[in-house]
């Protein structure tokens, strides 16, 4: 028989010694997600996430639809290999996260973060969303989206919390896009 640690059990170590893992979500998303686990609760894991060897903002996942938790020897290599690179000290581990539930987190995120990418991977549709928050309600959300080109839609879009599986600021994707509105912003005035 194979005993299994308790997924808060294990992510709560993994915080402690500040590793560098390996989410999987089978059924929800083929590839791992790498990052440095800065909060974790019953629901919630908030990551610093990481991609090709780039520290690319805060993700947060529902613990319910993680299926594996590992330290591998590349993710102990890729760790090593970032603080070589001096981009460790770019994590805010040092930091204190509420990731209790989706309202708090994301009532705790906006704040600091004015573009918020939202996902809802499990139900009968896959969508994505990015945008800014408008408010905050007891079971849902209201975001105001922009598509690709950087329209930003006429109405708020609902999402209720029930439904967001991942969660994610501070990636260079929303930078991008903050940069563009920040830039248009000033050719305006």
Known sequence: M?????????????????DLVSIYRTG??????QGFVLAASPALVLLQYVYDF???????LRIEDITQIEVTATDRLQKQLITDEGLAHQSPLTEQFNAVSWRELISSLSPANSLMILECEAGEFNDFVIGKICQINGES???RTFSGTGEWADVTTELHYE??????????YANVYQRYFERLASNQN
Do not use: F, S, W
């Open 2 to 18: 194979i005993y299994m640690i308790p997924k808060m059990q294990q992510l709560e170590q993994h915080l402690l010694d500040g």
């Open 28 to 33: 929800i998303d083929d590839h791992q997600i």
């Open 54 to 60: 780039r520290l690319d903002g805060l993700m947060a």
């Open 141 to 143: 959300l209201q975001i």
């Open 163 to 172: 439904d967001i599986t991942c969660c994610q600021v501070g990636t260079n």
